[in-house]
């Protein structure tokens, strides 16, 4: 359990600085801080059993079926990277509750800062990657919520906009890239993964999977040629830049590089892509470092370069750098914090980050001033602090490896030339600030800070130095796990001593600090040279490049969604023939061979009638009524197919929509032009014809292709079963409303759903009544024709009849449901066309949208009612009683079922067409109407 | 007869296409319907064709496959629905936008769509 509330607590505690949002601002820092401490104190209760090289896992159950498990894993890796995230986190919440300022709101702060924290040992914790995946894409947005913290400025909007894309675009890549590592491994569990390093790499996919997870780590830990981020992320809150973009979230890149070492590393692609990464990150890091004025800027690509370093270090394909690295992550981490801190405090109360024109705070500040320049001599690598030790331990393993062949001299070379830069620009963030003349036009008169805004400080450098001069003893422990997490076990001999006598990695240091200093003391040449360079504005640069993008996205898709249905159908059925078409080409014969029944007259005849209706529909389609009236024709044909080919249910249901659907249409063209103008041009009627053409062409082959063919159906089960499992003969019906009842359920809601639509469609519309027809003449007068009514009101109960007959006898003979309900329908529709809205509105007020309800109701409850009994939904009953008179009957859950088809069925028809009917009377739907 | 329907299924499913790539909602709507015809005689033509196939158990020996009968009934009533949505969209789209183009164009004057046709 412990390890759950380790990330648990904090996503409470993202809540907390909500809740204590009106109390002081004090109150509130506590408060957030009490969450994170709590998950520290857990974290440090487990030191003893990870230090022992225990794996604290935990696991629950989700989607066991896909892999999906929330999986918590603690090793000695993620136990530094959550011992970084929620000490430094503490830190930067004391800081912050003095950085911030009145004005800003420091609940919503807080609030991102800890759902940051969460994203962040969510990363570190996770055992399941799909999961790292999730939290990974966490810390983007969270990042982004922070960079924009200052929303009123346009540095930070943009910004954090840059850092998003960027971050983003990588996360997409680790996602591609994590979905290949599950295949190829078989599993998502992160230990699986660890175990199957040789079969990944030797996986003819490890090149693209290694480019994208490398995509993915390299955006996120702002190496070259994706570090222009994080300068631009600098508009951020300091606390944030202290947290986010130097100690914890930047390093997420290389915390995965580190978590996945077992699994991809030890190839010659990994030292290529990696190594180089890192080597070309680290010297443009530290090169263009120097020549930044703003604080801060220096300070990001400071952390760009060493970020390269650790980059590179792990790149290196070797054991002992591996330790390098993970060493160095402990030490970056604390002092570039401290010092993002300091240059937080400087910026605070001098007001100015520009070293042109802080000069000479020595005298205002020499507490903060001790604090920072002992942290940049870290930074530097001066000996006697922790930046010394890793950075002699880098130096080392340059010189170890031998992957360039001949040519692997040039590593430990351009390291060196690395290291003097990073010793020069040291040296100018000290120099520059704190002596160097005197301060000019600042604003506020510089002081020291609040003595708890400086702790934060005082405890990182503390910490530089105690681990500088007693390495083993403080960190030991913590880097030892960690690497053996890395390693997976297989931790190398290494010392930690301060002292390891006279070698070369000590004269690289010398050379490195020798070198720094005179590259400082001669700076105004190099000024000179770079200042002489064309500057280059990345942000504006990519803001341009977005800006491209978004035109070419919005081309492309005014191209394709243009507004034309007409350019959509052609393409979707372009994309059918093609699909559908290549396939039957391979194919060697149409026929399949089944014995064809032969043409008699009378199928002759109706075959005759359909086309030549269907073919008459097309030509006077211009003539809309017309045009009706052949299709109508068409809508018979096809019912009497139906009763051609033993499918009598069929042919009663299209019957009656035919019917339902002529009516509707009818009264369409009331609201529409009853005329189509001729607008297209020839060419384009020949590309519809072709394209027709071809789609017919292939819909009725296939059609042949299936027909001729022999077949075996799984209807043999429902032909079997109908009468003994489900009560009834019509097999059609008992599959409707037994076998596939749920198919059906689903299916009249949608066509409630159907007719719910278009009731509200038809709301409030600012409907154009015609007062003559399209010829121009006027409607007739008579408006409900006796003789009409007559029949209608006379049919009407002979009609409901009918259907109640349809209805019951639907489970054993053709009829059910379905039928039944048109045929209520229909009956009743007659009565609105003869005697009018007025005159049925008197005699019968139903609200349509209710019957719906009511039917699907029904429909819903029958099935429940299986659940009274112990059956799952829907499971259906049937049984036979004997009653006087009647015989015997049947009674079956069946029929409850189909009633409720048959309601929502009348309930749904009816609402459409008395909707569109009531269009033209006083009775049209407004939003005032119940609905 | 296979080939009969076959064709007649082809020639449907032709004349629904060629009207739903006209320019205006009510062509297309027709155009629809004749669609949903040409596609529930081609499920129903999956279970082959039977002249005198059994529907009802008892009657016959040799059945009418009851499995795509019970499919296309429901494709009928949806199908009803859908058509019925679509018309009172085309309805709606002619109230709101004062035409019954579906190509994409701009409602133009008149004089301006007699210049376009030329």
Not at chain 1, 53 to 80: F, H, K, M, N, S
Not at chain 1, 796 to 815: C, D, K, Q, T
């Amino acid at each position: 359990m412990n390890v759950l509330w380790i990330l648990l607590l904090p996503m409470l505690g993202t809540l907390v600085p909500l809740l204590l949002a009106k109390q002081s601002r004090s109150r509130n820092a506590w408060g957030t801080a009490a969450a994170p401490a709590l998950a520290l104190a857990i974290l440090l209760s487990t030191t003893q059993s990870v230090f022992s090289g225990e794996v604290l896992l935990q696991q629950w159950q989700w989607i066991p079926l896909l892999g999906l498990d929330l999986t918590l894993r603690l090793d000695g890796l993620a136990y530094l990277f959550s011992l970084l995230i929620l000490a430094i986190g503490l830190l930067i919440i004391l800081y912050a509750r003095y950085y911030l300022s009145e004005q800003d709101s420091m609940p919503r702060f807080y609030s991102f800062l800890m759902l940051f924290m969460t994203a962040m040992l969510g990363i570190v914790l996770s055992g399941n990657i799909l999961q790292i995946w999730l939290f990974w894409e966490l810390t983007s947005i969270s990042s982004f919520l922070l960079i924009s913290f200052w929303w009123h400025k346009s540095e930070a909007r943009r910004g954090a906009r840059m850092a998003l894309t960027i971050t983003g675009g990588g996360g997409l890549c680790l996602l591609a890239a994590f979905l290949l590592l599950g295949n190829i491994a078989g599993s998502y569990q992160l230990a699986d993964i660890l175990e199957q390093g040789a079969l990944i790499q030797q996986h003819s996919l490890y090149p693209l999977l290694l480019v994208l997870f490398l995509l993915g780590c390299f955006t996120k830990s702002a190496q070259f040629p994706f570090h222009f981020w994080l300068p631009n992320a600098m508009a951020a809150p300091t606390p944030v830049s202290a947290y986010l973009h130097s100690a914890t979230m930047v390093k997420a890149g290389i915390f995965l590089l580190a978590r996945f070492y077992p699994a991809l590393s030890g190839t010659e692609l990994w030292f290529l892509l990696v190594s180089l990464t890192g080597l070309t990150t680290l010297l443009v890091g530290a090169y263009l470092a120097l020549f930044k004025h703003d604080l801060k800027g220096l300070l990001a690509y400071s952390t760009i370069s060493h970020l390269g370093l650790i980059t590179l270090l792990f790149g290196l394909n070797a054991p002992l750098a591996a330790v390098a690295g993970v060493f160095h992550i402990i030490n970056h981490a604390t002092f570039k914090a401290s010092l993002f801190m300091a240059a937080g405090i400087i910026d605070h109360e001098s007001g100015s980050r520009d070293m042109r024109r802080l000069n000479g705070l020595w005298q205002f500040m020499p507490i903060t001033a001790t604090l920072m320049m002992v942290a940049a001599a870290a930074m530097a690598g001066v000996p006697l602090l922790n930046g010394f030790l890793s950075k002699e331990m880098f130096f080392a393993e340059t010189l170890q490896q031998h992957l360039l062949g001949a040519l692997s001299w040039i590593i430990p070379l351009l390291a060196t030339v690395a290291a003097i830069f990073s010793v020069a620009y040291s040296l100018r963030l000290i120099h520059d600030v704190f002596f160097n003349g005197q301060p000019k036009g600042l604003t506020k008169t510089p002081h020291e800070p609040p003595r708890y805004m400086r702790l934060p400080v005082e405890v990182l450098v503390l910490l530089c130095i105690l681990v500088g001069i007693a390495p083993a003893m403080l960190v030991g422990g913590l880097l030892n796990s960690a690497a053996a997490a890395v390693l997976a076990g297989n931790l190398p001999e290494y010392s930690l001593a301060i002292w390891h006598g006279f070698n070369l990695p000590l004269l690289m240091s010398a050379i490195a600090l020798a070198g720094g200093v005179l590259m400082y003391v001669k700076r105004k040449q190099l000024f000179d040279f770079q200042s002489a360079l064309p500057g280059v504005d990345t942000l504006n640069i990519f803001e341009q490049l977005m800006k491209q993008l978004t035109r070419g996205a919005e081309k492309l898709y005014n191209w394709i969604d243009n507004g034309s249905l007409q350019r959509y159908m052609a393409l979707l059925l372009t994309a059918f023939v093609i699909l559908a078409g290549l396939p039957l080409i391979q194919m060697d014969a149409l026929g399949g061979g089944r014995a064809e029944i032969p043409i008699d007259a009378v199928n002759a005849t109706g075959a005759a009638m359909l086309l030549i209706s269907a073919f008459a529909t097309v030509v006077w389609h211009r003539k809309r009524v017309v045009a009706l009236l052949m299709i109508s024709v068409v809508g018979l044909m096809v019912s009497i197919a139906f009763t051609r080919f033993s499918a009598p249910d069929l042919a009663l249901t299209q019957l009656s929509v035919e019917v339902v659907t002529i009516i509707l249409l009818m009264l369409a063209l009331f609201f529409l032009p009853h005329k189509t103008p001729k607008q297209s041009e020839p060419s384009k009627v020949v590309r519809d014809l072709g394209l027709a053409s071809l789609v017919g062409i292939i819909v009725g082959s296939l059609s042949y292709a299936i027909m001729t063919r022999p077949f075996t159906t799984i209807s043999d089960f429902f032909i079997a079963n109908a009468k003994t499992g489900g009560g009834g003969t019509n097999v059609v019906n008992v599959i409707l409303v037994d076998f596939r009842g749920f198919d059906t359920l689903g299916e009249i809601a949608v066509l409630g759903i159907a007719a719910l639509g278009i009731f509200k469609l038809l709301t409030r519309i600012p409907v154009f009544k015609p007062s003559s027809d399209g010829e121009g003449r006027p409607w007739a007068r008579e408006r409900h024709p006796l003789l009409l009514a007559t029949v209608a009101q006379s049919i009407l109960p002979l009609a409901l009849m009918v259907s109640i007959y349809i209805f019951f006898r639907g489970h054993n003979l053709p009829g059910g449901g379905f039928i039944a309900g048109l045929i209520t329908a229909v009956a009743i529709i007659l009565l609105y066309i003869s005697q009018g809205v007025d005159w049925v509105k008197a005699r019968m007020n139903i609200e349509y949208q209710r019957v719906v309800a009511v039917g699907l109701l029904i429909a819903f409850m029958t099935g429940l009612a299986s659940w009274l009994f112990g059956r799952p939904y829907l499971t259906s009953w049937f049984d036979y009683f004997q009653l006087p008179l009647f015989g015997e009957i049947e009674l079956a859950s069946a029929i409850a079922f189909d009633l409720g088809v048959y309601v929502t069925v009348v309930g749904a028809t009816l609402l459409i067409l008395a909707s569109l009917g009531k269009m033209t009377t006083s009775y049209r739907p407004t939003h005032k109407e119940q609905l | 007869m296979e080939t009969l329907f076959a064709l007649c299924i082809g020639f449907l499913t032709a004349c629904g296409v060629f009207l739903m790539l006209r320019g205006r909602t009510f062509p297309v709507v027709v155009g629809l319907t004749m669609l949903s015809y040409a596609v529930n005689l081609f499920i129903f033509a999956s279970g082959r064709l039977n002249l005198k196939g059994a529907v009802v158990l008892g009657t016959s020996d040799s059945y009418a496959d009851p499995l795509p009968q019970a499919l296309v009934l429901t494709a009928i009533v949806i199908g009803f629905a859908m058509t019925a949505f679509l018309v009172i969209l085309a309805i709606r789209a002619r109230a709101d936008l004062g035409n019954d183009h579906v190509d994409g164009s701009m409602p133009a004057p008149r004089h301006a769509k007699r210049e376009r046709t030329k």
